[in-house]
């Protein structure tokens, strides 16, 4: 991988290469306006060549460059508003600007220190610690073996030979994945796994259970335990080891996205080089008229826009991206040269939430980019999490639903929608107040993050209901991980300032995802009619949403 060093050395060969055409077009366009003072569009082109020096030359530690550039684009735009006629004085105005800057590009032209742009701290990529999985079991060749594989995927391993071993390397230090093989001389693996997800980061760690007992229980009991997947020996490694690759990608923090919008073949190439060496995934939009296929297929995390492009400017382009509310918490940052006042209040006016003046220091882009992200990601996680119970909020939880449904439209498999609702809990509120019915629904919320897989969808839906959507399993799985909930969720005692110790209960309606015939509000609602029908069959209890009369009833 190149150094930073490396990849700035050899765009500012290239931006070197391509400044020599640059000034050989000024050169080009200032004869063209000798023999027709009054055209407007060459003075145009002009003061946009003039913009790009401006904006690109102190990026690539030639100061003098964006000086002169930034004067005579400021020349030819008072020239326009004046009157579009360049005079003799003009032009050699022009040409004396124009020789200035031949002379800023030659050996020993540059003006101010280029470290100024290239000592970023960022000579050395920053080194990800890699990614570790704790294999766990007895016997030493299966482990080995199990081993290996995991090696070959390119991954770093440990190794435990029992429970309390693995608990010790847990709290050495959190994996990001445990393959556990059992059974366990020195104790039940189930229980191991409820051990690992109420250590701190427990919830982190992608799980795995390999088992060389079978049958439906043992699967039902992984589920329970917090697994994410359960596999028979003999093993189809090449399924765990795609099933493993699929969790670790799922719970790793993809690096935010960008997209710029820049015109300017060397600004925009210095843009992407400097944010892709600092971590960010970076997309760079040329023309203005692409850029709504650019935010639908990209999906960026932040947008930076230069204001100046050709048939728009970014202000047109911010106003559109807040037009629509999905984009609503979206930074915009406006990255341009122009530096006045005016053009600060219309970045603000069209829904920016910061102006850099070009040439802009690195450092500063850096620091404004990540800042702006945190505080987007801090935004988003108000919008889509529930504040009390820090599970999905109704919003959230049904665009993953919406979401689940689409995907499942072009793949078949199992997926479940279970709807728990609190029981008799207005009387909770009545009995011990809203502070102990708080209690009660961050008990539940809890109870769900320990006993379910990281891969399932948990969600405060409203009030005191909650929803799980589970994929890869059957009605049948589903009923029975809903009836386990509700029976581990009736032995919690919960206590309040002015009570000792009381119990709720939970009912659960289940609904079978049919994607090929089913729409989100359909599923929803098949969900809610089983739960209707588990309460009043008595509540506390589960069950499962059929055409027909015969509902399964587990209590």
Known sequence: MQSWQETFGALKQKYLKRSSDRLAEILELLDGIIADPRDAELIRRLS?????????????????????????????ESVLRADPKVSPIDVEKLKVLVSELSAAFTPGGESGDPQETTNLGLDEPEIREATEILVVGEDQTNVSSLSKLVEEMGLTVRQARNSSATLQEVDRKMPDALIIEIPLGDGDAYELVEKVR?????????????????????????????????FERPVDFKA??????????????????????????????????????????????????HFDTFMSQFQPDLVILDVMLPGMTGYELARYIRQDERHATLPVLFLTTQGQLDARIESTRSGGDDHLVKPVPPALLLNSVSAKLE???????????DGLTNLLNHTAFM??????????????????????????????????????GDKVLVALSLLLRRRLRQSDVIGR???????????????????????????????????????SGFYATVSAGIASLEASSMTLEQWVGHAYSALAEAKSTGRNCAIVFKKDPNYQTLR
Not at 50 to 64: D, I, N
Not at 262 to 287: H, M, N, W
Not at 475 to 492: P, V, Y
């Open 375 to 385: 505080r987007a990601r801090f935004l988003n996680s108000l919008l889509h999490k």
């Open 399 to 436: 665009e993953q639903g919406q979401a689940v449904v689409a995907q499942q439209k072009r793949r078949s498999g199992y997926v479940a929608l279970i709807v728990l609702d609190m029981d008799y809990f207005k009387s909770i509120n009545e009995r011990h107040g809203y502070p102990g």
């Open 240 to 289: 765990m080891c795609r099933r493993l690759r699929y969790l670790l990608d799922k719970t790793r923090q993809e690096p935010p996205r960008i997209l710029s919008v820049e015109d300017d073949p060397d600004q925009a190439a210095f843009i992407r080089a400097f944010l892709e060496s600092a971590g960010y995934q970076v997309k760079t939009c040329t023309d203005p008229k």
């Open 461 to 499: 839906l409203g009030g005191d209901e909650f929803g799980i959507i589970a994929e890869g399993i059957d009605e049948g799985e589903a009923l029975s991980l809903a009836s386990r909930l509700i029976q581990d969720f009736g032995s919690i005692q919960h206590s309040t300032m002015s009570h």
């Open 48 to 76: 946009r060549n003039f913009h790009w020096l401006a904006g690109s030359g102190s990026m690539y530690g030639f100061q003098s460059v964006s000086t002169l550039g930034a004067e005579g684009e400021q020349y030819c």
């Open 198 to 230: 109420t250590r701190p980061d427990g919830d982190r760690p992608a799980i795995i259970i390999v088992s060389k007992q079978t049958g439906f229980l043992d699967k039902v009991r992984s589920i329970h335990c917090g697994a994410d997947a359960h």
